[in-house]
């Protein structure tokens, strides 16, 4: 009789031991950091030089320190050990956008989410919400922000898979053409760039020097459509809430956990 493939003794486990670095390998510096913090307290006890190195490398080694979040460029990634501070600061991330595009004349549009609330159990039809606790319980739950913030090279992850496969949860998607204020009343599809899935690509986001699509697509990049998805209902207490928004969210602000399976650039921010 066939042996089991799942019974005892039929599985040979196969330790692999990582010695160099996946996420952090653009970055010589956050190798380097990632090694000594990782040291056993007694190794680093018995080398006084690792606390000097590690010190070094921290204020001269490419970190940048601000005071507020006005001095960080729109690009950088923002992350928190929390959702909440991760959701006020995305938030606060798009108010400062705004900011700063009005004095330099930047054009940009702002789509605002639709916030839908209905009493749990009833037929009736859903209506704007004004319950500050749906509203809490949204900005919460959502995967989408209650404001996203359109300008050329703004950069994006979808929120969503595509139903039709083009484009997948999480993968970056860049905009070159700016909708118009048109489309997003009426919600209608919106035009993004998505980011080769598994390969490499030469740009980083320039808001001065943002490739054509053309550029883009000979790199690997695909355009897509991108939509409102379908309602999705969060509860809470006696009420039921929807938000309708476009399936993505700034790439600016996220959780520590979330982005331990990205890819870490040369020039790291860290609060």
């Not at 000097?52 to 923002?78: C, H, M």
């Not at 940009?108 to 609330?117: G, M, N, R, Y």
């Not at 994006?156 to 083009?166: D, I, Q, R």
């Not at 390969?199 to 991108?226: A, F, I, N």
Request: aromatic letters at 8%.
């Amino acid at each position: 009789m066939p042996r089991n493939p799942l019974s005892r003794g039929s599985l040979r486990a196969k330790i692999i031991r990582l010695k160099h670095s996946v996420r952090a390998h653009a970055c010589l510096t956050l190798q380097r950091i990632n090694e000594i913090v990782r040291k056993d307290p007694e190794t680093l006890n018995g080398d006084p030089g690792n606390f000097g190195e590690f010190s070094n490398l921290i204020k001269n080694g490419g970190a940048n320190f601000v005071t507020n979040f006005d001095q960080v460029p729109p690009n950088s990634q923002r992350m928190y050990a929390k959702r909440r501070p991760a959701y006020d600061s995305a938030d606060a991330y798009v108010s400062s956008c705004i900011r700063r595009f009005q004095e330099d004349g930047t054009h940009f549009v702002v789509s605002k989410s639709k916030d839908l609330q209905q009493v749990a159990g009833s037929n009736a039809d859903l209506v704007p919400a004004t319950d500050h606790q749906i509203i809490r319980e949204l900005n919460s739950r959502s995967r989408e922000p209650q404001r996203l913030l359109f300008w050329r090279g703004a950069m994006f992850e979808s929120t969503v898979n595509h139903p039709k496969g083009a484009y997948s949860q999480s993968q970056v998607l860049l905009m070159v053409n700016v909708p118009s204020d048109a489309q997003l009343r009426g919600m209608s599809p919106i035009e993004l760039m998505a980011a080769p899935i598994n390969g490499t690509t030469s740009y980083s986001p320039v808001m001065e020097d943002v490739p054509t699509v053309e550029e883009l697509e000979r790199q690997g990049w695909t355009k897509v459509m991108v939509t409102v998805p379908q309602d999705r209902y969060h509860s809470r207490a006696n009420f039921i809430g929807v938000r309708r928004q476009y399936s993505l969210r700034h790439i600016g602000s996220s959780t520590i956990n979330k982005q331990m399976v990205g890819t870490s650039s040369n020039d790291f921010l860290d609060e």
